[in-house]
């Protein structure tokens, strides 16, 4: 690991100010450290910003704000966020070791990186993500918990959030500071796909701090769920997951939230499947049918093609708990 100096910002300024002058936040350290540990990421100074917006308010239409350094665990109990976003505290609890939780932040979770094996293997694999220009092993190698959308030929890596996921589904808004001042910007533009660059991971101006992330109003999230498939019963990271919520007035869906994890580098919103569902009957037919139209222009590999019917599958079977419409 390489030697850095630590300090504690006073409040965003102070944050703001260090890094101008190259510190890397630090929040619950869950991901940042592992970094630092294998070699992946070198920094000569940290600041950390766990003592900055760790609260959650109501705003005055009815939704939320969550502060960026509100723990995980805090996040996933608070009352108000299991009544009426009940898919954000699941996929929350699915989430790694209850340790974890209790450390891990709102900010650092949108901001941590993948979990590919090449991009933490320093010693022996290509990684254009880590070392552009160098190559992907991904894409030849042993790919099964890859992405099947919204991938390239210079990486194939995906995002491993699962708070994220519902998040993308819920419209939620992420709120920005920076030495340009503050902004805000819809979470689903957050990441960005990798295309030729995949070293540049979210549209963040150098120095940016995440201060809070913002929860529209949505009546019907309150019979919301998330679902994560994994090769264990925990502690690992989703083949697939998916966070969904349907309203449905007279037998048809009047609207319906779906996001994906675990399938492409960010959060994935099902914006094809939603298309699909709106105005139609609220069907086993019509929730495979949309399902399908969501995977029609999916890039399997070699190891990973099972994600499309599994995926295919988990939302058909999660739109019809949701409604009584089981098969």
């Known amino acids: 690991m390489t030697p850095f100096?630590?300090?504690?910002?006073?409040?965003?300024?102070?944050?703001?100010?260090?890094?101008?002058?190259?510190a890397k936040y630090?929040?619950?350290?869950?991901?940042?450290?592992?970094?630092?540990?294998?070699?992946?990421?070198?920094h000569d100074a940290l600041v950390d910003v766990t003592g900055l917006s760790a609260e959650i308010s109501e705003?005055?239409?009815?939704?939320?704000?969550?502060?960026?350094?509100?723990?995980?665990?805090?996040?996933?109990?608070?009352?108000?966020?299991?009544?009426?976003?009940?898919?954000?505290?699941?996929?929350?609890?699915?989430?790694?070791s209850a340790q974890i939780r209790n450390m891990a932040t709102v900010g650092g979770n949108l901001l941590q990186r993948t979990r590919c094996t090449y991009f933490y293997d320093t010693a022996g694999s290509r990684c254009?993500?880590?070392?552009?220009?160098?190559?992907?092993?991904?894409?030849?190698?042993?790919?099964?918990?890859?992405?099947?959308?919204?991938?390239?030929?210079?990486?194939?890596?995906?995002?491993?959030?699962?708070?994220?996921?519902?998040?993308?589904?819920l419209d939620a808004i992420v709120h920005l500071k920076g030495?340009?001042?503050?902004?805000?910007?819809?979470?689903?533009?957050?990441?960005?796909?990798?295309?030729?660059?995949?070293?540049?991971?979210?549209?963040?101006?150098?120095?940016?701090?995440?201060?809070?992330?913002?929860?529209?109003?949505?009546?019907?999230?309150r019979t919301s769920t998330y679902r994560k498939v994994r090769d264990r019963a925990s502690y690992a990271f989703a083949l697939i997951s998916v966070a969904a919520a349907i309203e449905v007035e007279d037998g048809r869906v009047k609207d319906v939230r779906l996001a994906l994890g675990g399938v492409a580098p960010k959060p994935w919103r099902a914006e094809k499947a939603e298309a699909a569902l709106r105005g139609q009957p609220a069907t086993q037919a019509t929730f495979a049918q949309a399902a399908?139209?969501?995977?029609?222009?999916?890039?399997?590999?070699?190891?990973?093609?099972?994600?499309?019917?599994?995926?295919?599958?988990?939302?058909?079977?999660?739109?019809?708990?949701?409604?009584g419409e089981t098969a």
């Open 128 to 169: 254009n993500k880590r070392s552009p220009g160098s190559g992907c092993d991904a894409v030849e190698g042993f790919n099964r918990i890859h992405a099947i959308l919204g991938a390239s030929d210079k990486c194939v890596a995906t995002h491993p959030s699962d708070m994220a996921v519902p998040m993308a589904a």
């Open 5 to 22: 100096t630590y300090a504690r910002a006073n409040d965003s300024a102070d944050a703001l100010a260090r890094a101008s002058a190259g």
């Open 26 to 42: 630090l929040g619950g350290g869950t991901n940042l450290v592992d970094l630092l540990r294998e070699t992946v990421e070198r």
């Open 292 to 323: 399908a139209a969501e995977f029609a222009d999916a890039r399997p590999l070699k190891d990973n093609a099972f994600k499309v019917p599994l995926a295919t599958r988990t939302i058909a079977a999660m739109l019809g708990e949701l409604t």
């Open 59 to 96: 705003t005055e239409d009815g939704g939320l704000l969550i502060g960026a350094e509100v723990r995980n665990t805090a996040l996933a109990e608070d009352r108000r966020v299991r009544e009426r976003y009940p898919m954000l505290s699941r996929a929350i609890l699915a989430g790694a």
């Open 179 to 221: 030495a340009g001042g503050d902004r805000t910007l819809p979470l689903r533009e957050l990441h960005r796909l990798p295309g030729d660059h995949p070293e540049i991971e979210t549209v963040l101006e150098p120095g940016e701090l995440i201060t809070a992330v913002e929860l529209p109003p949505l009546p019907f999230a």
